[in-house]
């Protein structure tokens, strides 16, 4: 599902003086924000750059109980993110000590049939090592599972207590860089209340400031929000707050009349193209280089170079599941029904 967008009119005036004075990067700027909206979800770098999270104690509209049910929140997050992460690493380490285990008993297995008896023992001492550190790790992952799903059943209980864009929750903050990497001349600041909404609050010219420096300019148009949920009658009407709401269907016919294929296509690319760059890292955090990934998949290394570039032809279903099998990894096709998760296939 994806994000419903609130758009500040400062971010509505930029788009369509974009229109006029820069066509090009008025729609990397489009294909950028229906990407986000299609999304439903953060994207990562470097099309949108996470910035520090708005949430209390520095947000000056929460009461000292808000505040500090909200501060448990964010501990609870914390912990639930460290726990996810150490868990998806060991994963990921327990399967490459598997795959050496397996290649140190196939060449234990041809010394002893080559009569190398020396180096049937070298390799053997090699396996009892590796599978030492294997018990390590899958001892280690035991009690994760567990604590993860208390983690996500307490998260769950506190959302069902929130009202959407509720002043007890936090907000997380993040820059929409249009032409990223190579073409970044301007951002769009922006805050994301999951699962559903994301608000555009205000175009900026230098994408250079360290994260923090944007926090100001993000509170001050945030404020527009909060202050105006308290006005009597606002009913949390986003226009007469400075805000218009869209979806991706809407946004479209707006701001690029007679291009709404065109930018869903440009979009799709966009997000093809990023979730390539998240494979990449993930090899690149597994130690592994194009060459060898090639290898294990018995293609050439450009293969291996079209799918991080994501390439047409290069990211089809077969291709991206062969790719994760040799990270280690699996691919899921995962489909969202009416607020459901369905894995619809699993791919090893």
């Known amino acids: 599902m994806g994000f419903q967008l609130?758009?500040?009119q400062d971010v509505r005036k930029w788009l369509a003086s974009l229109q006029d004075s820069e066509p090009e990067?008025?729609?990397m700027a489009g294909e950028a924000?229906?990407?986000l909206a299609e999304a439903g979800e953060v994207l990562d770098p470097p099309l949108a750059i996470s910035l520090p999270s708005l949430g209390p104690p520095d947000n000056p509209w929460l009461d000292p109980g808000d505040r500090r049910h909200e501060e448990a929140r964010q501990r609870g997050r914390r912990e639930l993110a460290n726990v996810a992460t150490l868990r998806k690493r060991l994963e990921l380490l327990a399967s490459q000590l598997d795959r050496q285990l397996s290649d140190l008993a196939s060449r234990r297995d041809e010394a002893f049939r080559a009569g190398r008896a020396d180096q049937a023992s070298e390799e053997q001492a090699r396996e009892a090592s590796v599978r030492e550190k294997l018990r390590e790790v899958q001892h280690k992952l035991l009690p994760l599972a567990s604590e993860e799903a208390e983690l996500k059943a307490s998260e769950r209980s506190q959302a069902g207590r929130e009202r959407p864009w509720g002043r007890e929750q936090a907000v997380s903050a993040l820059m929409l860089c249009p032409g990223a990497p190579d073409n970044v001349r301007a951002g769009l600041l922006c805050v994301v209340q999951r699962p559903d909404r994301a608000a555009l609050l205000t175009p900026v010219s230098d994408t250079g400031m360290s994260p923090f420096d944007y926090q100001a300019v993000i509170r001050r148009r945030l404020a527009q929000v909060y202050l105006h949920a308290e006005q009597p009658g606002s009913g949390g009407d986003s226009a007469a707050a400075g805000f218009?709401?869209?979806?991706?269907?809407?946004?479209a016919e707006e701001f690029f009349p007679g291009q709404r294929t065109e930018l869903a296509l440009g979009a799709r690319a966009l997000l093809a193209r990023y979730r390539a760059f998240t494979l990449a890292a993930a090899r690149q955090w597994a130690g592994l280089s194009q060459a060898q990934v090639a290898a294990r998949m018995s293609v050439r290394q450009e293969r291996i170079s079209a799918?991080?570039?994501?390439?047409?032809?290069a990211v089809e279903v077969r291709t991206l599941a062969s790719y994760?099998?040799?990270?280690?990894g699996r691919l899921e096709i995962i489909a969202h029904i009416n607020d459901e998760r369905i894995t619809l296939a699993s791919h090893a």
């Open 244 to 251: 218009a709401t869209y979806d991706a269907q809407s946004f």
């Open 25 to 27: 990067f008025a729609r």
């Open 33 to 35: 924000v229906l990407a």
């Open 307 to 313: 799918i991080e570039r994501a390439e047409p032809g």
């Open 6 to 8: 609130w758009i500040h």
């Open 324 to 328: 994760a099998g040799a990270l280690g």
